[in-house]
């Protein structure tokens, strides 16, 4: 499949990825499907959708009269079977490969033999899920950054079984988008988490030991390095619970003992602290 006869984009899963995912293709004309398991989730989202695209309209990326079109063309639903009708398709369902299984394989069924199948899977064996589905060589990893609409890089993830047109497409997809692709194999982690794991569960280390305070490794980070967040502020945004699950896949993975987690994350996970989603982690996000 070419990249110019996609027209339609199914994403399944209308959560933080999926409302993002499902903006950006609706943004750049694409008619979008986007399926989630109840109405309440699906008209959250149109309403984040609709929140991003105002603050696009305020900093003058589209006009005003765009945002209509461009919310027009997201239709939602919790029926399956619509997305029958999809050029392309992405699932941004929760990171749980019996879920991620269950919901490939039902989309796997429902799309034509020759559309595209990708995951924006941040941390699961990409090579995992294609051999789930009955088109392994259209199946790829496509791990957009959150948020979805504002962050330009898109990691393209080949699974093994990964043909090399299913790979062209989705480059050209990407760049549709007016993101930039960056290529990379299936591993744990693929490049992103497996760079950027160890340096926040390092700094976790550092504020463990009593080297310096989290302020001051985040400042030493950001005034020292360049770095527009510093880690541990970049863990909260991201989620403590989530930072230790990565951590866990990349430990497991490689089986290398230089990815365990910092107890202090465990800790901090286990007393609720899970970053700004429950107001509290490194730092305080009440009033
Ligand atoms: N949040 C991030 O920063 C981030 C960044 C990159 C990648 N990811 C990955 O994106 C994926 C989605 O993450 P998220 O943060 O958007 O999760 P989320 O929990 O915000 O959203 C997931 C959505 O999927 C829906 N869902 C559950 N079962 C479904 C089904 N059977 N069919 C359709 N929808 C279903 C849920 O109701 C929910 O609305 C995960 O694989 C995650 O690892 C997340």
């Given amino acids: 499949m070419t990249v110019d006869t996609i027209r339609t984009v199914a994403v399944l899963g209308a959560g933080t990825m999926g409302n993002g995912i499902s903006h950006v293709f609706a943004r750049f004309g694409y008619e979008v499907i986007l399926r989630d398991v109840d109405e309440s989730f699906l008209g959250r989202a149109k309403d984040t959708i609709t929140k991003n695209l105002d603050r696009e309209v305020k900093k003058g990326k589209i006009a005003e009269e765009d945002k209509s079109k461009i919310l027009s063309r997201i239709h939602t639903t919790t029926d399956l079977s619509q997305i029958a009708r999809a050029d392309f398709a992405v699932e941004a369902v929760p990171e749980r490969l019996d879920l991620k299984l269950s919901v490939l ?4 069924k429902l799309l034509r033999p020759e559309v595209i199948l990708a995951s924006n899977t941040s941390s699961i064996s990409v090579t995992t899920l294609a051999a789930a589905t009955e088109r392994p060589d259209r199946f790829i990893g496509m791990h957009f950054m959150n948020p979805v609409p504002v962050m330009v890089l898109i990691e393209v993830i080949r699974a093994l079984q990964t043909s090399d047109e299913t790979f062209r497409t ?6 549709r988008l007016e993101k930039k692709p960056v290529a990379v194999n299936d591993a744990p982690g693929f490049v992103s988490n497996r760079v950027l794991l160890p340096m926040i569960n390092e700094a976790a280390f550092a504020v463990m030991e009593g080297v310096a305070t989290a302020e001051a490794v985040d400042a030493v980070m950001k005034l020292g390095m360049n770095h527009p967040m510093g880690p541990l502020e970049l863990a909260d945004f991201i989620g403590l619970d989530t930072c230790v699950h990565i ?6 993975g490689f089986g290398d003992s230089k990815y365990r987690a910092c107890p202090l994350l465990r800790k901090m996970v286990a007393a ?4 700004r989603k429950s107001g509290r982690g490194f730092y305080s996000y009440t009033g």
């Fill in 105 to 108: 394989r039902d989309a796997d």
């Fill in 170 to 175: 989705t480059i050209s997809l990407c760049e």
């Fill in 272 to 275: 609720g602290w899970l970053g």
């Fill in 247 to 252: 951590l866990d896949v990349l430990h497991e």
